[in-house]
């Protein structure tokens, strides 16, 4: 299954940073998510774009997790003539990535 199935995201940046949050649509399926989104399935996911470490926070009373990508930005939005590697475009991708299902 897709991760966007089980869970909704919000995006920011600031600098070469990324920051994207993962957020269960159901609170019993947050185990899913820990489970499977992990910081290096994440950094593998935007293995072409991130050049520095990707960190994961665990925001269980919430059911979300949060994921910072350092060097993600090719140098920032201001820097940067792509404009595709920012903000809503790589919570999209994000999304987009496979996990097991619930069964």
């Known amino acids: 299954m897709r991760l966007q199935e089980l ?3 919000r995006t920011g940046d600031k600098g ?3 920051n994207i949050s993962v957020i269960a649509y159901r609170m019993e399926d947050y185990p899913l998510l820990l489970r499977h ?3 290096e399935r994440v950094g ?3 293995a072409d774009i991130v050049r520095g470490q990707v960190e ?3 925001m269980p ?3 979300a997790l949060n994921f910072v990508l350092h060097g993600a930005l090719a140098g920032g939005v201001t820097r940067s003539l792509s404009l595709d590697p920012h903000g809503k ?3 999209s991708s994000l999304l987009e990535m496979e ?3 619930r069964g």
């Open 37 to 39: 989104v992990t910081a």
């Open 99 to 101: 996990i097991p299902g």
């Open 7 to 9: 869970a909704h995201s």
């Open 56 to 58: 994961r926070y665990e």
């Open 89 to 91: 475009s790589l919570s």
């Open 44 to 46: 593998k996911h935007f």
């Open 16 to 18: 070469n940073v990324s």
């Open 61 to 63: 009373s919430i059911g």
